[in-house]
């Protein structure tokens, strides 16, 4: 590629006017990083990588703000965002095509004479459409409900909820008046038709009142925060409990204690480097540490949650799914999942992890805090 691309041909490439790049120059969206002698924006090899999220998104629906917001998100580099754009296009692949079926399905009824009712026409679009989706591919990360059920029982009597670092929704309490907060666009735009309001904001600057609700609830997003303790105390700040669900990863907690973190990805380690531990963040908020085991079966596919079924780490769906192995970088992943695959293939993994085979639930560092 040139070193540089002029405004012309850039929109002849991605098939978009002059006009429309001009805009989201103006808007700082995708600004081109130099001007040609006569003036002209001419446009670097990253200028040209960051028009071309912008673009799928666009075409995935997305609005500019939300866009904006996907492309800088700071949790993320450049891999993390390609495999997140990946995962939505295959979404939107399989849900045209599970469309696609549905129809089918009816011009073959009405070629032999047979009438569908409305009922059945909007189950083709509806459930059914999500049955078809769901079996195109694999859902790795669901509800697990002995983990809910710890998680709800924490909770105690609160009626009103307030879950930060939300995701998609999983975990959120059926029963209670809950209010989700999540700052990722993408976690957002996935979060099911009946799921809780969501508001957009980050853990560390609430946009509410003290004491606004009964409990306010955190699973698995602490370590995603810039800062956990000023997180953990708008929490405290915003409810009069607060659950939780994080992990120790200090070496015995969890880094030497979980398989795949000792023998196969001891990077793991260095990503906790800096981070509050369990029990500086239990301090932030007086909060008390219960352990919480790990089922054999779990069905939710966090980090840890295949400690007996090692052969699912082979999955390139299931690593996708967890953050670690997005950040501990494709180099260190291939080398793991080659040792991996050679010890299960040997029977090293077996012979080595013997006392696993016996066990129905597994103490690898999770942890709740309940204050």
Known sequence: MEEHLTVGRVA?????????????????????????????????AVDVERLREVLAYRRLGFGLREIADLVDDPATDAVARLHRLRGLLLDQRDRAAAM?????????ARAMGIDTTPEEQLKAFGAQLYETIGSAYPATRRTEPRIAARVWEALGDARTVLNVGA?????????????????????????????????AAEAEDLPFEDRSFDAAMAFSTVHHWRDPIAGLRELRRVARRVVVFTHDDSATGWSNRFWLSRDYLPEVAGLVTGRPSVHELADAIGARIEPVLIPWDCADGFFEAYWRRPEAYLEEHVRRAVSIWTRVGPEAERRAVDMLREDLDSGRWAERNRELADLDSAELGLRLLVA
Do not use: F, K, N
């Open 12 to 44: 002849g490439l991605a098939d978009v006017s002059v006009r429309t790049l001009h805009h989201y120059d103006e808007i700082g969206l995708v600004r081109p990083s130099a001007r040609t002698p006569a003036g002209y924006r001419a446009y670097a």
């Open 100 to 108: 696609v079926t549905a129809i089918d399905g009816e011009l073959e």
């Open 167 to 199: 995701g998609t929704g999983s975990y959120e309490p059926p029963d209670r008046e809950v209010t989700a907060v999540e700052p990722s666009a993408v976690m957002r735009a996935q979060r099911p038709a009946g799921a809780a309001p969501c508001v």
